[in-house]
Nanobody, 125 residues
Framework: QVQLVESGGGLVQAGGSLRLSCAAS????????MGWFRQAPGKEREFVAA????????NYADSVKGRFTISRDKAKNTLYLRMNSLKPEDTAVYYC??????????????????WGQGTQVTVSS
């Protein structure tokens, strides 16, 4: 079992930055890959970024590449998403996810079997 709790969301102006955190507990942190997904009102949940169990490999959606950075801190059992140059279209509920079935960061939601409750990010124009 893995429990995930996100934090760090909020309201920010376009061009600003936020850092999301996802605190993990339960199973050993290095046993699983992790990812960030987001869902805007009226839209499907979409992939944002993923990271392998070792943090050696990362994967980003084209829409956030060069602006967002995913990282994980084994000592703190925490996943991060640093978001720079935010745009109004980044507005969404952001979810962290863990996959105990793969060690590689996957871009599809069905690869993940544990999810956090989500944190709202709103970017004003």
């Amino acid at each position: 079992q893995v429990q995930l709790v996100e934090s760090g969301g909020g309201l920010v102006q376009a061009g600003g930055s936020l850092r999301l955190s996802c605190a993990a507990s339960g199973r050993a942190f290095s046993d699983y890959a992790m990812g960030w997904f987001r869902q805007a009102p009226g839209k499907e949940r979409e992939f944002v970024a993923a990271i392998s169990w070792s943090a050696f490999s990362t994967n980003y959606a084209d829409s956030v590449k060069g602006r967002f950075t995913i990282s994980r801190d084994k000592a703190k059992n925490t996943l991060y998403l640093r978001m720079n140059s935010l745009k109004p279209e980044d507005t969404a509920v952001y979810y962290c996810a863990a996959s105990t079935t793969t060690v590689w960061g996957m871009a599809i939601a069905t690869a993940y079997n544990y999810w956090g409750q989500g944190t709202q990010v709103t970017v004003s124009s």
